[in-house]
């Protein structure tokens, strides 16, 4: 049974950091593809972030580049996103996501506020 469980939500100022977690279990994260959406009030879904299980390389929404890094630990099981300088903009609900099982985490509230 495929489980992503995440964690590292917070409210935060603005400028500040967080790193989500999505630790997996039910698979090894080593060789899928994973991402990272998010949801703000009254907007739809959006990527924030992909990582190929293939070749590694990532990808990011233009919004985030240079501000945000999504990230595994083969040995942990887990993606990670870590998000820097965060602004008010970056409000919403983020959820980890394998695009190839269409399995999803249960989502993760952060809110940028000063």
């Known amino acids: 049974q495929v489980q992503l469980v995440q964690s590292g939500g917070a409210l935060v100022q603005p400028g500040g950091s967080l790193r989500l977690s999505c630790p997996v279990s039910?698979?090894?994260?080593?060789?899928?593809?994973m991402s990272w959406y998010r949801q703000a009030p009254g907007k739809q879904r959006e990527l924030v972030a992909s990582?190929?299980?293939?070749?590694?390389?990532?990808d990011y929404a233009d919004s985030v580049k240079g501000r945000f890094t999504i990230s595994r630990d083969n040995d942990k099981n887990t993606v990670y996103l870590q998000m820097n300088n965060l602004k008010p903009g970056d409000t919403a609900v983020y959820y980890c996501?394998?695009?190839?099982?269409?399995?999803w985490g249960q989502g993760t509230q952060v809110t940028v506020t000063s």
């Open positions: 996501n394998v695009p190839e099982t269409g399995d």
């Open positions: 039910g698979f090894s994260v080593k060789w899928y593809d």
């Open positions: 990582s190929s299980g293939i070749n590694k390389i990532s």
